[in-house]
Structures are given as C-alpha cells and as structure tokens.
C-alpha cells in the first residue's frame, strides 16, 4: 500500500514536471521570438516599450535624477561672480560623472536592444491617414528618442558639450514628430552656448520661440532661462534679467527659483542698481536658502547701503556681530572684505587696505576669496602708482585666481608688464645701494658686513631650537602612539595636533613670507632688494642652490667681492643704472601711461648722467611727453636742445619739417615702386637694363633702406654679363656696407659659393637662385626715363585670397609709440568688455621704426573677421581720442600677415585688399 502509494505520487511529480518544462519552453520560444526587433508587429512593439520604458530607461533616469539631485543639493558656487545658470557649468558637476555615465549606458541599451526600425507589415486595402504617417516613421520605439535625450543631457554634465551636441541634433533630423524634438532644440542651444556657438544657440532658441506646436506649459521655463545663459554668457547682462524674470514668474523648484533671483541680484549689482539688488538679495534670504547662499545675501546686502542717505554704523555692527558669531568662522574673509568694501565706499583707503589683508589672511580654503581680496589690494596700489606693492599683490592674485575670471588675462598682462618695470627699478636700487657700500670707509663698510653676518648666525640659532623643538614634539608622539599607549585627545602637545599652534603658525609664516604656494625654492618669490642683507639672495650672479655648499654667507669675502671697489667695477655698475633708468622711463610711458614717472625718471637719469649716451632719446621724449601734457614752454625747451645739440639728427629733422616723415614715406614707396620694376627687368634677363636701374637708383635714393636690395640686384646682373672681378668688388661693399641684414648674408653666400667652385659653376646654376625677394610675374620692357622709372608697379600673385581660413583683425597704427601702445590697451579692453567669450587675444608687430600692427586673432573666418571690422569701427570710443595717430583698420590672413612682416611693403597688401576684401 506504501509503495503503491509512493508510485503514485512520482507520477504525480513526473508529469507535473513534464507539462512545467513545456511551459517553460513554450515561454522561452516566446520570449526569443519577441525580443527579435526585426520584425514589426503589434505584440512586439508592446513587448519592446513595456521593457524598454520600465527596465533600462527607467534604471538610467533613476540615476541621472539622483546625480541632477545630488548637484542641487551640494554644489560649490562661488558667489564672488555672478552664478552659473545651470548646474552642469559648474566644477563640482565632475562628482557626478559616474550617476551620469551610468543614465548613458542604460540609454545606449535601450537603443541597441529595443529599437524597432523594420516597417510593419501592410495590410491589404487602402491606408488611412493615420495609418500612413504611422508606417512612415523612422522609430516605432517609444522610449529610443528619451534615451538619446538622456544620453545628451547626461553628457552635458560631463562636461562633453560636444557629443551631447550629436545626440541632440540626432533627435531633430530623426524624430520631428516626437515629443523629445522640442526639448533637443533648447539642449542644442545650451550646448551651443557653452562652445560659443553663440549664433547657432540664438537660431535654435527662436526656432523654439516660433513653433508652432511648440509646449509652452512644459517648457517654458526651460527657454527662458536658456535665453537669460546666452546672454550672461557674452556678458549682455542687462538682456538677461526679463528672461530671469518671466522663468521665475513660470515657478517650479525653489531651488531654482532662489538660484535665478541670486542671480538677477548679482547683476543689479554688476549694473550699478543697488536698491534693486538689495531688494533681490532679500527675496533669496526669505526662501530659506542654504546656510552659504544666505550668508551671501547677507554680506552682499551689507555693502550695497548708500553712504549717502544711511549711516554704515549700524551695518558696521551687524557685521562685528556676524565675525563674533562661531558659525561664521569659515566665512570671516568674507566679512572683512565686505567692510574693505565700505570703507572703500566712505573713502577710507588705509582702513580698507587694512581689512583687504585681514580678508586674504583668513581666507584658508576660499582661494576665490584670496584671489578678489589680493586684486583688491593691487587695484589701489597700482592706483596710487606705488607699482612695487602693485606687482606683489598681482601675483599673489595670480596664484589664485581662476583661468574663468573675467578679469584673468587682463591681471596676467598687467602682471608681465609689472615685472618688467619692479625689475628695472630693483635693479637700480640694488646696483645705488652697491655703489653706497662700495663707497663707505672700509671701517663703516666691514661693520655693516659685521651685521649681516650676525643676523645670519641669530637666524641660524633660531632654526636650531625649532629644530630642536620639531624633535622632541616627534619623540612626544612617537612615544604617545606606542602599542599600548591610549590617546584620546585631540589637543595634545604634539604640534599639528594643537590646532592654535597650528593657527599661530599659519599666521606667523603669512605674516612674513605672504602666500606662497607647496613648491621648491618657494622663499625666492617676490623678494625685492631692500638693504645690503638681501644681496645675497637676489642677486643674479650668486650661486645656484647646488653651488650653495662652496658659499660661506659668514665669510666678509663673499660680499667684498659683490661690490664695485674698483674703477672699472664702478663704470660697469653705473652704466647699469644708466641703462636700467632710460629703459624704467619708456616703460612707465609706452605701457602703462604714465607720463608724469616717466618725465621723473628721465630728469633723473639727465641729472645723474649728464653726457648719457640716451640723451638725444630722453631730449626727445620729454619733449613728446611735455607736448602731451600741454606744457609748452618746457616741450620747446628740449626741442632747442635738440636742435642745437643734434642738428643732424632725424628727431631734429623731423622737429624742423613738419613734412619731414611724409616726405620720407612718399620717397620710400617711390623707392619700392622702382624696385619692383628692376626686379621684374631682372627676371626678364635684361641685366644691362638693371644695371641702368640701379644706377638711377643709386642716385637717387641714397637713403632708402631699399638701396641694399638694389646693390644686390647689381651685383647678379655684373656677374651675368661676365665681370667676375667687379662683381666680386660690388658683394664684398654690400656685405661691408650692410652688416647684419639678409643683403650681407646672401652676399656672403654668392662670395663663398664664386670661390668653392669657381665662377663658370656659379653662372652655370643659374641667377634665379640667387633672387632677394619672389615673384612669378613675367617682366615686360621699360624704357629707363625717370618718369617711367617712377610709375607705380603693381606686382600679382604676392598675397592669396583664402575665405574660409582663419583671419586677423589688424590695425596699422603710425605715429607715437606710447600713444599707439595705448591704442592697444583700448582694443584690449574693447574685447575683454564685448567679446570675453570669444576669447581673443591682442599682439602687435612692428612694419617699421613708427609703424606698429595690433593684431587681434583668431576669427573664424573672412565672414566673420569682416564683422568684427565692422563692430569696432562704429565703437569711436576705442580709438577716436588719438589725433596724432595715424590708423588703417583691416583683416588679414596669418599667411597673408607673414608675407607682409617679410615684404615691410603696406601699399602692395592695400592693393590685394581693396580688390578681395572691400564691398
């Protein structure tokens, strides 16, 4: 009965096992047959979207929600410039690579698992309407055009504006019909927008603005602020605020709505409106933002008073409350700056100084902060020309500011050309305070040595009791961190457990180093030479640190031998000075514009050195710097001076002929225009005919730097008619006559080449290897009368006319070199004011003695470059106060600008201009 039983119960187990596995199979095949997207059916479609939406897309949204949620919730503004709109612009954006790199891989699944692209099958009959758009889609897949939206936002918070780009402009040409096409157009012109693409972003907003069937309700507030991003982005700030305004009036997050308030806070303020800004910082207060935005608010609330109808004394006292209060201990540097900006407010320059170093001295971790702090302090050392603190202050700026400031490459060129000007005016009190010593009686001299070593040896003894004390606080540690030794304070003995003898030491190090970055050789920065103990250390000439070990710094030797004792030492050091004061004098005018330092240093370095050898220079500056400041009477002082000490000088010439540089310009171009035609004659093989020529030449342009190319001209054409020994007289005169200029060269050459192998071989290789310049153009005969001689020669072929190449801006600017150097600080401004984001950069070249190129680059192309020709001639502001200059503005290609340095010829490129550029 048991077994029976037992029988029964496996059959039972066996066929329900059996009738499972068939199931199991059925379900399988079903399975197989449905993942298949190679078919379009109905049920396949459902299978796809049911899996597609609920699996892959909704794991890869998850995640990229939790990252967009996580950035919202921790990210790092800095509030010294105005926010990002959107989170992905900021750096903290990269702490959620990971949530979004995962909401791609998930989106990339959906595409390549579950799209469906096969056409359904047709049914027999006639389509409907309905029907017929439906089989003409390119995806029946509901949940692809989603995936590839998410994989383009995910991208953007990556940072790879450029792939998002492709994944958005695959939605426009692949999907119109979708849903997701409308929220593509506004992520393509974010995307745009964070590569510049500024017209690109501009046309696919107002596409946006124009469709039709565009969803208003749902993305509104996504357009707008996209609208007010493109704006901040080219610091059009004032456009930017409606959009602000209507994405606030639109609602949404609070998150958000308090972030766009801050910002139309931010630039009230940037816009000079106060009372609307404080009004604005207010509203983001009452929201309840994060502990960071509403101390902010606050602090920017604090500094926007009027001094002119409130008192800041109460101001005053809310800030010492806030610096009292614990929880403002991270954020004291930004309650001193605020008080260095009232004081600056009230005209309390030394109080504001003050607190702008107590504001970079507490700043620990903020280096935005540090950064706006130190730019501070130089903008009003740099003001007051106290240029020395003003170059410290700069590169303390420096170190660190971000590379994103709008201000960046303007502080680093000011930086650079600080340097330039502290370097020449240590150098002359170094070499004055060498000079001083050297002249002391020996005794005065050995005791001032005497104390130099002395403080050496006290700072030496110093070193070895902190040393001594750095290896007991070691041993106290080592022996407090035995196995078996508890330790559960925080604050013990050992010093970087104590963080007041931390905080002490910090204080200590800054007060006397400044900020210096974890570097080798980090004492070296911005020493300046003060007294006869710093000689060492900064002078040029002292020992490298691997030479160190051979230096005794205790010995009187080593400084005895720095000083000029003898003579000739003394001639060396004074020709230094010499030279250090007539170049500080051009620098204080040609590049920072200041007339009254230069004057000074000039007059300084007439009185030190009566028969310098840059009087005629410094006679001629004064007189242009005393011209400019309207001082007559002493302008026309040194215009006598050069007159009766330099009569024939070319200041002297150019002082008593006002037409003296025209003169010598149109001499110049007549001079270039005969050499054209010469060198066509010569290319012809007419060679008695360039003889001829340059004979003329020779007589009549005897003080044309042409003349040289002339000679050379010359000497080919001899040696081709076979007078080997007079053209050997004619290479040897140019090489003698014209040291150092590529005539010498080639003259050299040909001499070297005649005596190598022999005259019969130099004619036999041909004179076309031995042109001064290149041209293809086929001579035609000329008759050698003057007035022919004189007709303008039009040489082809020279410059190329490329469209789509990259373009300069360029500017020819003839006349004084502070006033065109002062030119260019204008275009600077110009663009970092009206094309920050384009991110272009200034340079110049000299075409001559007088004639300098500012060149502005890169433009994308001559479209554009013609734009930006257009845009700055209707600014007058940039150059309309420069009266004595002379401008042509223009665009070039680098290549067409190379051709041009080589050539020094204007009148040819404005030839090829006129013809390929102008309307």
């Known amino acids: 009965m048991l077994v029976t039983k037992l029988i029964n119960r496996s059959k039972t187990l066996y066929d329900q096992l059996l009738k499972n596995r068939v199931l199991f199979i059925a379900l399988s095949l079903l399975f197989l047959v449905s993942c298949s997207t190679k078919k379009n059916t109905a049920f396949r479609r459902g299978y796809h979207n049911l899996t597609a939406h609920y699996n892959a897309y909704f794991n890869g949204r998850e995640s990229y929600k939790e990252g967009v949620l996580t950035l919202e919730k921790s990210n790092n503004d800095d509030y010294n410039n105005i926010l990002n709109v959107f989170l992905y612009d900021d750096a903290s954006a990269n702490s959620v690579n990971s949530q979004m790199q995962r909401a791609i891989d998930k989106a990339a699944k959906v595409v390549k698992r579950h799209s469906i692209t096969a056409r359904p099958k047709r049914k027999a009959g006639k389509m409907t309407d309905k029907e017929k758009k439906f089989n003409a889609k390119k995806e029946f897949n509901n949940w692809v055009d989603n995936s590839h939206l998410m994989m383009g936002r995910s991208y953007m918070y990556q940072g790879d504006y450029k792939t998002a780009e492709e994944s958005f402009t695959w939605i426009l040409s692949e999907y119109p019909e979708s849903e997701s096409y409308y929220d593509a157009q506004i992520w393509l012109a974010r995307a745009y927008i964070q590569t510049k693409q500024f017209s690109k972003a501009l046309d696919y907003l107002q596409r946006s603005e124009a469709e039709k069937d565009f969803p208003e309700k749902r993305l509104n507030k996504e357009l707008f602020v996209t609208y007010a991003d493109y704006y901040i982005k080219q610091n059009r700030f004032s456009e930017a605020l409606p959009w602000l305004d209507l994405a606030i009036k639109e609602g949404g997050k609070k998150v958000y709505i308090r972030r766009y308030k801050y910002i139309m806070a931010q630039i009230y303020q940037q816009l000079k409106q106060d009372q609307k800004a404080s009004e604005m910082y207010r509203q983001v207060i009452k929201l309840n933002p994060p502990y960071a935005m509403e101390f902010s608010a606050k602090i920017q609330r604090a500094t926007l008073f009027d001094q002119n109808t409130s008192d800041s004394k109460e101001i005053r006292k809310y ?53 706006q702090s130190y730019l501070a302090l130089a903008d009003i050392y740099f003001k007051n020309l106290d240029y020395v603190n003003a170059k410290c202050y700069y590169d303390s700026t420096m170190m660190n500011l971000s590379k994103k400031n709008n201000r960046y490459d303007e502080i680093d060129k000011k930086s650079d050309y600080l340097s330039e000007l502290v370097g020449y005016i240590q150098t002359v009190e170094k070499q004055d305070s060498l000079l001083k010593l050297a002249l002391m009686p020996e005794a005065n001299r050995n005791k001032a040595i005497a104390e130099v070593i002395n403080r050496i040896l006290d700072e030496e003894k110093r070193k070895a009791e902190e040393e001594r004390d750095r290896q007991k606080n070691i041993a106290l540690y080592n022996e407090n961190n035995r196995p078996g030794v508890e330790n559960n304070s925080n604050s013990g003995k050992w010093y970087f457990y104590n963080p007041v003898a931390l905080g002490m030491g910090q204080s200590d190090f800054t007060r006397k180093w400044g900020e210096r970055r974890l570097e080798d050789n980090w004492r070296r920065r911005n020493k300046g030479v003060s007294d006869f103990q710093d000689l060492a250390s900064n002078d040029p000439s002292a020992p490298s640190d691997s030479a160190a070990a051979k230096v005794d710094l205790k010995s009187k030797d080593y400084y005895l031998k720095q000083l000029p004792l003898t003579d000739s030492a003394k001639v060396e050091t004074n020709l230094l000075i010499e030279r250090s004061l007539f170049q500080l004098a051009k620098v204080y005018r040609e590049k920072f514009v200041d007339y009254n330092q230069s004057i000074a240093t000039y007059l300084q370095l007439l009185e030190r050195y009566p028969q310098t050898q840059y009087q005629l220079e410094a006679y001629y500056d004064l007189y242009q710097l005393y011209q400019l400041q309207k001082q007559t009477e002493k302008a026309q002082f040194y215009k006598q001076l050069i007159l009766d000490r330099y009569p024939e000088s070319v200041p002297a010439k150019i002082l008593s002929d006002p037409n003296y540089l025209a003169r010598m310009e149109a001499e110049q171009n007549k001079a270039l225009d005969v050499y054209y035609k010469t060198f066509r004659v010569f ?37 081709a008619t076979g007078n080997v020994d007079l053209m050997k007289n004619e290479l040897q005169y140019i090489a003698k006559t014209y040291p150092k200029s590529e005539e010498q ?128 001639q209707r600014n007058q502001q940039v150059y309309s106060e420069f009266n004595s200059v002379q401008m042509q503005q223009l665009i070039i290609t680098q290549s067409n600008l190379d051709i041009l340095l080589k050539e020094k010829d204007l009148s040819r490129y404005l030839m090829f201009y006129n013809q390929n550029y102008q309307p």
């Open 319 to 371: 800030l010492a409350k806030m610096i009292k209060d614990e929880k403002n201990k991270d954020y004291l540097d930004q309650i001193y700056f605020a008080i260095a900006q009232i004081d600056i407010k009230e005209k309390l320059e030394p109080d504001a100084i003050g607190n702008y170093k107590l504001s970079a001295q507490k700043s620990v971790s903020n280096n935005n902060q540090k950064a």
């Open 683 to 719: 290319e012809n093989q007419q060679f008695d005919k360039v003889i001829e020529m340059c004979n003329f030449a020779q007589a009549n342009f005897k003080d044309s730097p042409v003349l040289s190319k002339f000679l050379l001209l010359k000497a080919q054409s001899i040696g």
């Open 745 to 872: 060269d080639m003259a050299d050459f040909m001499l070297s080449r005649i005596e190598a192998n022999g005259f019969t071989n130099f004619v036999a290789q041909g004179h076309q290897a031995y042109k001064p310049v290149s041209n293809n153009e086929t001579a035609q005969s000329s008759s050698s009368t003057t007035n022919e001689l004189l007709e303008p020669v039009v040489p082809k072929n020279l410059y190329q006319y490329q469209a789509d190449v990259p373009h300069l801006y360029m500017m020819v600017a003839t006349g004084q070199i502070s006033d065109i150097n002062r030119l260019k600080y204008n275009i600077l401004n110009y663009n970092l004011e009206h094309f920050l984001m384009f991110d272009f950069k200034i340079s110049d070249k000299s075409l001559s003695s007088d004639t300098k190129l500012i060149l502005v680059q890169t433009l994308n192309d001559a479209k554009e470059a013609r734009k930006y020709l257009k845009i700055i």
